[in-house]
């Protein structure tokens, strides 16, 4: 009878009920003013690669990831004057990620084309004063990815909408946003087109305006008191089917979340008090439990924690801690963290060791005994047999209801098998 080798894997209980354990791992430590930091697969090598701001250096750069998460950096530009915010998407349709950049002081929005081995930069606007926050989504549904951009001195939100061949028209949504700090894109309101999000420094205001389905907004005021607002960040946090709202306010020392009601009435929830410079926030699924965490770094506080169903400090010694993601650093399963240091100069990661399944020594598996390792349907067992199923968290299901993911069959001999199931 054919035999394949597979991994024997052992399923462990998450520390301290579903407490994560972090290790930090450096990518830059003199990156000077290292104030924003995200993570994409920039090279379409299948790993996850890094990409800063640097406020001091004016500079912005990107680590390749050699697949085992040793990061190589590579500069894109030394001569963007007050550099703040990055994103990285496709922007033009070519399977690799481009990079979108804010200079405060040069009033600019450019992005620079990934060619494969260099990266092209292209000014999208050099009159967005004091230009500050950036994002990119496809606004206008008509499939390509066009900019949004916040610009505090201006007090404006914008977003430039792309042609399909990287031509970029602006569009103001605002010009009255008193220090505008922040800039994101959901829908909102579930009517299938994108609402824009905006926080205001000076104004206290997190808002957003709804997207009529031809680009025009209006104004809804989530709260026109939260001092000091910088950031916010939208997501389906209780994974309700409606979409709510995280803000940090850095006057306020304060990280909220507005519930939706599922008619857009939102109702706050003080995730933090006394955090002092609350500055970022970001979510995402950190135990891997269907809900999210919300994320947040500390300015003054030196400190990059998260709150949800699991909650915890992942360091609070990050000196000027200014920004926060998350990602799947490893491609282990579980969500990592990445942040920046504005006067430590640092951009780091941290690595989760929340998934519970532990692989050691070698197994052997009748290939035929468990049926395929990725399924479509029902999970069908042989029967006679006994067998646990096990979630990527190492947390026991029912094998007659698993859910698209990856899971991990074990039977009384303590020989698995690791199954996926898509949709």
Known sequence: MNRIIILLITCVTAPLLGQINWTAHTIADNFDGAIWAHALDLDDDDDVDVIGAAWEADAIAWWENDGNENFTEHTIATDFDGACCVFAVDLDGDNDGDVIATAYFDNTVAYWENNGSTFTQNIISNTFNGAYSVYATDLDSDDDVDILGAARTANRISWWENDGNQGFTEHVITSSFNDASS????DVDGDGDTDVLGAAGVGDDIVWWENDGNENF???VVTGNFNGATAVYAVDI???SDVDIIGAGYLANAIA????DGSQ???QHIVASGLSGAGAVHAADLDNNDTLEVLGAAWYANTIAYWGSVSGTITNSFNYAHSVFAKDMD???DMDVLGSALNADDITWWESDFVGIEE??????????LGPTIITGQLILPEGISFIVYDIAGRQVDPNNIKPGIYFIQNDERIVRKIVRIK
């Open 183 to 186: 800039v994101h894109a959901i």
């Open 265 to 267: 009435i939102f109702t």
């Open 238 to 240: 209780e994974n309700d």
């Open 360 to 369: 050691s020594n070698i197994g052997l598996v009748d290939d035929m005994d």
């Open 331 to 333: 491609s282990d399963g």
């Open 218 to 220: 209006t104004l809804h």
């Open 257 to 260: 979340w507005w519930e939706n």
